[in-house]
Nanobody, 116 residues
């Protein structure tokens, strides 16, 4: 049994910042890949950022230079620092964790709303 719990979503004004956190717990000791997806109303779910192992994060073009994702010192944690937020960043953000045999677990999602 694996559980991913996200936190840190909310309402912020354009230009503001939010930090999302995700902690994975359960029967798997290490997830090879951890990352973030988002889904805006009426749109398909899209990749925001992913980290393979302890490497650098890869980002969607739409968030490069504004978002930073890192893996925490605690095992199986991942963060998403979101700066210079725009209304088009409004979406439900999902944490993902992928095993070495390529099975992906999903969190329940956290709402991020950017509006004045």
């Amino acid at each position: 049994q694996v559980r991913l719990v996200e936190s840190g979503g909310g309402l912020v004004q354009p230009g503001g910042s939010l930090r999302l956190s995700c902690a994975a717990s359960g029967s798997i000791s290490y997830f090879y890949v951890m990352g973030w997806y988002r889904q805006a109303p009426g749109k398909q779910r899209e990749l925001v950022a992913r980290i393979v192992g302890n490497g650098e994060a890869n980002y969607a073009d739409s968030v490069k230079s504004r978002f930073t994702s890192t893996r925490g010192n605690a095992k199986n944690t991942v963060y998403l620092q979101m700066d210079s937020l725009k209304p088009e960043d409004t979406a439900v953000y999902y944490c993902t964790a992928t095993t070495y045999n390529n099975y992906t677990f999903w969190g329940q999602g956290t709402q991020v709303s950017v509006s004045s």
